[in-house]
């Protein structure tokens, strides 16, 4: 599990296609620190499973179907991407539960810049909608967000110069692909409904 608070930003650095997965090794500094062969790591939204690191970064499988889900379809050396280890019992819980299990792809749609942040609009698959509020959290790119604006199927977010420097989101572009991720809560409480 993870808080959607990114810790740093990656780079991949080396992909290896294989008959139905994907190798995918990653630059990283912060994330190393304590990082072990099979911890769970949250890149770009994505929870994969670190099979091999060594100073420069780690190594994980991405599987077809995790490939056919997510944004990971279309990486390619050089990309950046958004790094979170998994929770700990002394991890500040700055974000909202964040399972690395994503929902859809979404589509960048537009960035306004002022002075101080960026207004984003994202247009997220249609039947996930049903999962988001205003002012309830949402999660592109495994970052953790707040829902300022439903509009049909786009929701737009302030970014703070701090998201803007240190994730993806700064640099994304109109017709970007992202993860999504809807908040696991109102799943549970969407499921708990069809036993009433």
């Not at 062969?37 to 994980?60: K, M, W």
């Not at 309830?136 to 829902?147: C, E, M």
């Not at 970014?159 to 970007?176: A, R, W």
């Not at 809560?185 to 069809?194: D, G, S, Y």
Request: glycine share 10%.
């Amino acid at each position: 599990m993870f808080t959607g608070i990114i810790e740093e930003l990656g780079t991949v650095t080396g992909i290896t296609k294989q008959s139905d997965a994907l190798r995918l090794t990653i630059k990283g500094n912060m994330v190393l620190g304590d990082l072990k062969r099979g911890d769970s790591i949250s890149c770009s939204g994505t929870c994969l499973t670190a099979i091999e690191i060594d100073e420069n970064g780690f190594t994980a499988d991405v599987m077809m179907e995790t490939i056919k889900l997510t944004s990971l379809m279309e990486v390619v050396v050089g990309d950046p991407i958004n790094l979170e280890r998994a929770m700990n019992a002394q991890t500040r819980y700055g974000g909202h539960v964040v399972q690395g299990h994503i929902d859809g792809v979404g589509e960048f749609v537009s960035r306004e810049t002022s002075e101080n942040w960026d207004w984003v609009r994202i247009r997220i698959p249609r039947e996930l909608l049903r999962y988001v509020v205003m002012k309830g959290s949402i999660t592109f790119d495994g970052i953790s967000l707040t829902v300022n604006e439903i509009s049909d199927d786009v929701i737009g977010l302030s970014l703070i110069p701090e998201t803007l420097q240190v994730t993806t989101l700064g640099s994304k572009k109109p017709g970007s692909k992202v993860n999504v991720e809807v908040d696991v809560m109102a799943k549970h409480i969407e499921r708990l409904m069809e036993f009433k």
